[in-house]
């Protein structure tokens, strides 16, 4: 059975605290890992898609990496703003998407 | 640009009650999806459709029913409900996929309550 999971459920990180996401997959055929990041009451927006192992892409604060098991999410330096729910999907060949439950994060100023 | 709109965005029913969740995209996608999400669990597929005419089940799909006749709507209805469908629904379109990354694009999210 194609699987994503996530860890840890929540996360709470003082700003400046630099600290990972995990997104755990087990899928058939893996056609690229994805990343969303989701707001109180509003739909995930897309931050980064990766295809193979050891691919890396970063924007601002995040980075995201790949291997052939697992995909991290690196936080550095966070701020406040960065708190939200954040998703990593894989999509498979010939179908969809299985999502993960997400992990919520919390940065304290 | 509006991206994807949903309508409504809350709404309560009564058990055995029916309605329809409104989806609508401006960007000229060819798929579009209905997902809904329940805490503790990923997003889960009810249905899809890769163009318009044309609709597929996808994970969760019992209960549900789509339409899709123009190509930038698509339509999800509760023929009578039940508590079990108490969720967040979730709309998102995309591109066809192989071209490149088939990043979705969510719409805000439409609250269903079941009594």
């Known amino acids: 059975e194609d699987q994503v999971t996530q860890s840890p459920e929540a996360l709470r990180l003082q700003e400046g605290e630099s600290s990972s996401l995990n997104c755990s997959y087990t899928?058939?055929?893996?056609?690229?890992l994805f990343w969303y990041r989701q707001d109180p009451g509003k739909g995930p927006e897309f931050l980064f898609t990766?295809?193979?192992a050891g691919e890396e892409k970063e924007k601002e604060r995040l980075k995201a990496t790949l291997t052939k098991k697992e995909s991290f999410l690196h936080i550095t330096a966070p701020k406040p703003e960065d708190s939200a729910t954040y998703l990593c999907a894989a999509e498979l060949y010939g179908q969809n998407f299985v999502f993960g439950p997400g992990t919520r994060l919390s940065v304290l100023p | 640009n509006a991206g994807v709109t949903q309508t409504p965005k809350f709404r309560v029913l009564k058990t055995g009650q029916s309605m329809t969740l409104l989806c609508a995209q401006d960007m000229n996608h060819e798929y579009m999806y209905w997902y809904r999400q329940d805490p503790g669990m990923g997003l889960r597929l009810i249905h899809y459709?890769?163009?318009?005419?044309?609709?597929a089940k996808g994970e969760v799909p019992d209960g549900y029913n789509v339409s899709r006749l123009k190509k930038q709507n698509f339509l999800l209805g509760l023929e009578s409900a039940a508590p079990s469908q108490t969720s967040v629904y979730f709309c998102a379109s995309s591109y066809l996929p192989g071209s490149g990354a088939n990043v979705l694009t969510f719409g805000a999210g439409s609250r269903l309550t079941v009594l």
């Open positions: 899928v058939s055929g893996l056609r690229g």
């Open positions: 459709s890769v163009g318009e005419g044309t609709t």
């Open positions: 990766l295809y193979s």
